[in-house]
């Protein structure tokens, strides 16, 4: 089996190449140490498998993004790499792809985008290109997949090594890579020449690594003297300037004998919708309409229309079904009341709330691929920056609005590490689709009329709070002076039916996977410890575990408005995962399906208790699983812990405001 | 002149990009931005807020602070 990387800039089509030269089966693991997302598919040909590297610029890296890569070239072993190159930014792709040929090991150049190229008025000959390069360079359409097939024929068994290319960095250089060349350990798995280039340019993870390997300090004296022989002789002022005007000199004489460019100044679709969605007045404005007609159709128009379908036949046929199955099969009043009172009232109250979730996942994929995202980037920038944040921390938050884990994960793409750290710290208050289903019950129950717009407000106060907290945080404890904000703004394109599905199921299906073990375990604890208590099995609820773990809780809650053993319960199991919180309710409760529980809650709660409980679940603590994902992308239990208990302290003294404010106020 | 001083839609050539913080700069080389590279200012958002700036067709945003330190020179 071959192993190919698949290795580009941002922007240029990875992902859809990467869908259309593997099939549909693919696996989702972790690149060692953090929590990147490792995606690795079987090629369709089936000779190996494709790995799918984050996009980077280049291979030395600025972000933790970026570090994974560099990571992957020293470390992991490979046979090859696809390079996907835009043909309409070719000269910067290049760059890239220069120091992947010295890696020395089997490139495929795919040239995406030639039509954008060609509208710009650039052509491009790939025979003389890939003649150039030593490489064969394949066109390609990565969004329809034209072009995969040739590359499918490329990877064969014996994948041709052409170490043939050579870029000669000038007399102080090349002597330097070859003094660092002898001085490297023997062994080295990695191309010495490569290694030693890097060095020279400043590559922190690659230095890393041959520091890890035995003593430096002779290649360090060597990278140290070139600088200061680079300076003082040529017009550069440090190596890493010396090597970047070498290789842009030998694209640049490249371009100009394989690319064919004439003048074009036609306007296109791009420069006019940037016209209104970063105008200096509208885009605000423009940002937040585009975010309220996201939660409409989720609520409004599409999801919970499609929820009561679901709900009825969850309560419905599927309930009936299964007592009937159960008691023809003869099983027990104790297996009956596990599966129906426990698992399909735990479970099923969750499910129901598919619908809603992957129509928000699948609007924000919209954003993330139409190109919309980093516009809201760059129209945010201003007022992160008044808090101590950058516009790019705006879209990892976008992201927590599906589910916080790949949030926090996004927050990587930010590059220095103070911002990283307050942004993986803060996206956590943002409202995630596993709260919905806690809000659906309530609004549905308290606030049927206005239910988007207090849902609305929900997803706004998680802003405005993580805007507050960032003010103070990076005025007290995170305090830096140095933010960083550039953002590329790729050109608008319509985001592909098929790509869109295929990114929303995989930021769905965690949260299926999420109902058959959380959620299905949490139930079936959840209604054993209501099911049994002191006195034995089949309690009555009040006299059950359950209760008595949650009056534990009820009095320190009843300031907040619902100081009764059911909610204290139920937000304690909140804490595996928060859509479990409305099973069990859903299994406290006792009922078949929602309506009937929104029926018993308007006994229960008020509407400003419901009010301050959704606000609680809101902010109360990150789930489990964002829990760990801080711990793993902070790298640090302190501030992990730190994330847990900044969240409890706000979210109390923010329901204790609202509930005892409101009723001052006479709600 | 500065990057900033450009009006909305006009042309120049970078010059001069050594007073720019090195991450920045690292940054702008990474997309392909460097002295003698063709920007055009599309666009300033208020406020002080980030800028627009096109290069050979692609868009990038740039904080106001930043191309502050960026020396053009305006194509004749």
Redo the contacts between chains.
């Keep these: 089996m071959l192993n190919i990387a698949l290795i580009g800039n941002p922007n240029t089509g990875k992902t859809s190449l990467f869908n259309n030269l593997t099939g549909t089966y693919q696996y989702v693991g972790n690149w060692s140490g953090v929590t990147v997302e490792k995606k690795v598919g079987i090629i369709k040909n089936k000779k190996g498998n494709l790995i799918d590297l984050p996009g980077v610029?280049?291979l030395?890296p600025?972000s933790k993004d970026e570090a994974v890569v560099s990571n992957f070239f020293v470390t992991e072993t490979f046979d090859g790499m696809i390079n996907i190159v835009d043909a309409?930014?070719i000269?910067?792709n290049l760059?890239l792809t220069l120091q992947l040929l010295e890696f020395e090991k089997p490139v495929i150049i795919g040239l995406n985008m030639t039509d954008v190229a060609k509208r710009?008025g650039i052509t491009i000959n790939e025979q003389l290109l890939s003649e150039k390069l030593g490489v064969p360079v394949v066109p390609v359409i990565a969004r329809s997949g034209k072009g995969t097939a040739t590359i499918n024929d490329l990877l064969t068994d014996d994948l041709k090594v052409d170490a043939s290319f050579t870029l000669k960095y000038g007399p102080i250089i090349e002597e330097s890579i070859n003094q660092i060349i002898h001085l490297l350990p023997a062994n080295l798995s990695i191309p010495k020449r490569w290694t030693a280039i890097q060095l020279l340019e400043g590559n922190a993870e690659v230095r890393k690594y041959i520091r890890s390997l035995g003593d430096g300090a002779g290649i360090d004296s060597i990278i140290q003297a070139t600088n200061e022989q680079i300076a003082d002789e040529t017009a550069a002022?440090n190596t890493s300037k010396w090597i970047?005007?070498v290789r842009?000199a030998f694209i640049e004489e490249l371009i100009q004998s394989s690319v064919v460019t004439e003048e074009s100044e036609n306007k296109s679709l791009?420069?006019k919708i940037?016209k209104i969605a970063?105008h200096?007045?509208l885009?605000i404005p423009i940002f937040l309409a585009t975010m309220f007609l996201m939660f409409k159709l989720t609520f409004d128009w599409l999801g919970i229309p499609l929820s009561d379908i679901l709900d009825g036949f969850i309560s419905g046929s599927l309930t009936t079904w299964l007592t009937n199955g159960l008691n023809t099969a003869g099983a027990s009043d104790f297996i009956k009341a596990v599966v129906l009172d426990g698992i399909v009232a735990g479970v099923g109250g969750v499910l129901v709330f598919v619908p809603q979730i992957f129509i928000l996942f699948l609007l924000i994929s919209f954003l993330e691929d139409s190109g919309y995202m980093?516009r809201a980037?760059?129209?945010m920038?201003?007022t992160m920056?008044m808090v101590g944040l950058n516009?790019k921390a705006f879209i990892p938050m976008i992201i927590g609005f599906g589910c916080n884990v790949p949030g926090v994960m996004a927050a990587r793409t930010i590059?220095?590490p103070r911002e990283r750290m307050l942004t993986i710290l803060l996206t956590p208050l943002m409202s995630c689709s596993a709260r919905l289903p806690v809000y659906a019950l309530f609004v549905g129950a308290f606030f049927a009329k206005y239910q988007a717009l207090v849902v609305f407000s929900l997803y706004v106060l998680g802003i405005v709070v993580a805007l507050t907290l960032a003010k103070i945080f990076s005025s007290t404890i995170l305090k830096g002076e140095?933010s960083?904000?550039?953002?590329?703004?790729?050109p608008y394109r319509m985001p592909q039916g098929k790509a869109l599905l295929r990114s929303t199921w995989d930021k769905g299906k965690g949260f299926i996977k999420k109902a058959g073990t959380f959620i299905f375990g949490g139930s079936v604890l959840i209604w054993l410890l209501s099911y049994s208590g002191p006195a034995g099995f089949d309690v009555p609820m009040d006299d059950s575990f359950l209760a008595m773990i949650g009056n534990v809780l009820a009095p320190i809650l009843a300031p907040l408005g619902f100081g009764t053993w059911q909610a204290g319960a139920s937000l304690i199991t909140g804490f595996l995962a928060k859509e479990v919180v409305v099973s069990a309710m859903n299994i406290i409760y006792h009922v078949p399906n929602a309506d009937s529980l929104q029926g018993l809650l308007s006994n229960e709660f008020s509407a400003l208790s419901a009010f301050s409980f959704m606000v609680f679940v809101l902010l109360y603590v990150p789930c489990l699983a964002t829990v760990a994902t801080i711990r793993k992308e902070a790298g640090s239990v302190k501030w992990t812990w730190f994330s847990v208990v900044y969240a409890l302290v706000i979210a109390y003294v923010l329901s204790l405001v609202i509930y005892q404010g409101g009723k001052l106020l006479g709600y | 002149m500065l990057l900033t001083q450009l009006n909305k839609g006009e042309r120049a050539t970078i010059i001069d990009l050594s007073l720019v913080n090195e991450s920045v700069r690292r940054r702008l080389l990474d997309l392909g931005i460097s002295e003698g590279s063709q920007v055009c200012l599309q666009c300033k958002l208020p406020f002080k807020g980030p800028c627009m700036v096109e290069n050979c067709g692609q868009s990038l945003g740039i904080r106001l602070q930043d191309a502050s330190y960026i020396k053009v020179e305006k194509k004749c």
């Design positions: 610029y280049s030395s600025l309409s930014q000269e910067r760059l710009r002022s970047y005007s842009k791009t420069d940037d970063t200096p007045f885009g980093a980037a760059l129209v920038d201003r920056e516009g590059e220095t140095f960083m904000f550039i953002v590329e703004l790729p």
